[in-house]
């Protein structure tokens, strides 16, 4: 925005024209950014295993631009084609959110207590997905000179502590390590990888207290709180940062 634009009282989107493929869309956190995104002006790809045309449709209905995909995470030919698709589509890809993640329905246990196919298959969708999707992207991003790249993380990695298990905390760990190694290696191509890392946002009464009370900010999270960091991460504002982990939690603990 222009010193004109804020005094004139001009909307001006932060995200006007830039195209943004978010994963695990359909849903919860993912629609969320797809919304948010769209409202500021991205055009928006919502990727995920369930339906995303309801998303797609709530952002036309808002008169945004939006497209869907339904993928699976760990196929290469899928990531590949949906890459496809957009480019034909929109002849760009500017940023990457790898938001899809097995939580929801993963079973929940002790490490000793969580069967082997569950460690598998969150590992898989985990680690092996946000793999696959960002191998998938990155070359459209290194001919255009420039990209970025939000992968999401949890703060279950820094309380040691996960409702789900250890193997979702342990799959979150890993997505750190990743997005570090990536902002040394696509550094030289412009591209940026930065780690988004929400607190829980528990559904039980008694856990959506215990959370509270934790906080600084003593209120449920709601994840229209993440928003303002996710755009800044696709913007123009965050060129220079790469390699970082951004902590949105209320103050429920300090890095």
Same mark, same amino acid.
């Given at each position: 925005?222009?010193?004109?634009?804020?005094?004139?009282?001009?909307?001006?989107?932060?995200?006007?024209?830039?195209?943004?493929?978010?994963?695990?869309?359909?849903?919860?956190?993912?629609?969320?950014?797809?919304?948010?995104?769209?409202?500021?002006?991205?055009?928006?790809?919502?990727?995920?295993?369930?339906?995303?045309?309801?998303?797609?449709?709530?952002?036309?209905? =808002?008169?945004?631009?939006?497209?869907?995909?339904?993928?699976?995470?760990?196929?290469?030919?899928?990531?590949?084609?949906?890459?496809?698709?957009?480019?034909?589509?929109?002849?760009?890809?500017?940023?990457?959110?790898?938001?899809?993640?097995?939580?929801?329905?993963?079973?929940?246990?002790?490490?000793?207590?969580?069967?082997?196919?569950?460690?598998?298959?969150?590992?898989?969708?985990?680690?092996?997905?946000?793999?696959?999707?960002?191998?998938?992207?990155?070359?459209?991003?290194?001919?255009?000179?420039?990209?970025?790249?939000?992968?999401?993380?949890?703060?279950?990695?820094?309380?040691?502590?996960?409702?789900?298990?250890?193997?979702?905390?342990?799959?979150?760990?890993?997505?750190?390590?990743?997005?570090?190694?990536?902002?040394?290696?696509?550094?030289?191509?412009?591209?940026?990888?930065?780690?988004?890392?929400?607190?829980?946002?528990?559904?039980?009464?008694?856990?959506?207290?215990?959370?509270?009370?934790?906080?600084?900010?003593?209120?449920?999270?709601?994840?229209?709180? =993440?928003?303002?960091?996710?755009?800044?991460?696709?913007?123009?504002?965050?060129?220079?940062?790469?390699?970082?982990?951004?902590?949105?939690?209320?103050?429920?603990?300090?890095?």
């Amino acid at each position: 925005a222009t010193e004109s634009d804020i005094y004139s009282g001009v909307t001006v989107m932060q995200l006007e024209g830039r195209v943004v493929v978010v994963t695990g869309g359909g849903r919860a956190l993912g629609r969320s950014y797809c919304l948010g995104l769209a409202a500021e002006g991205a055009r928006v790809v919502v990727a995920d295993l369930i339906d995303p045309q309801p998303v797609v449709e709530e952002i036309t209905r =808002m008169g945004g631009d939006a497209v869907g995909f339904r993928f699976d995470i760990r196929s290469f030919d899928d990531c590949a084609g949906m890459v496809r698709d957009t480019l034909g589509r929109w002849g760009k890809i500017d940023a990457l959110i790898n938001n899809a993640a097995y939580f929801r329905d993963a079973a929940r246990g002790g490490f000793e207590d969580v069967p082997i196919s569950e460690i598998e298959k969150t590992l898989s969708v985990n680690i092996l997905g946000t793999w696959i999707m960002t191998k998938a992207v990155v070359p459209a991003m290194r001919s255009a000179g420039s990209g970025k790249i939000i992968n999401v993380s949890s703060a279950s990695v820094y309380k040691g502590i996960s409702a789900t298990g250890p193997h979702y905390l342990t799959s979150k760990a890993a997505i750190i390590g990743f997005s570090r190694a990536l902002a040394r290696e696509l550094g030289p191509d412009n591209i940026s990888v930065n780690t988004l890392v929400p607190d829980a946002i528990p559904e039980g009464e008694e856990a959506l207290g215990r959370a509270i009370d934790a906080r600084c900010f003593r209120r449920r999270q709601l994840p229209e709180d =993440m928003l303002g960091t996710v755009i800044y991460l696709c913007g123009g504002g965050s060129d220079f940062v790469t390699g970082q982990s951004f902590h949105v939690n209320g103050g429920s603990y300090f890095v």
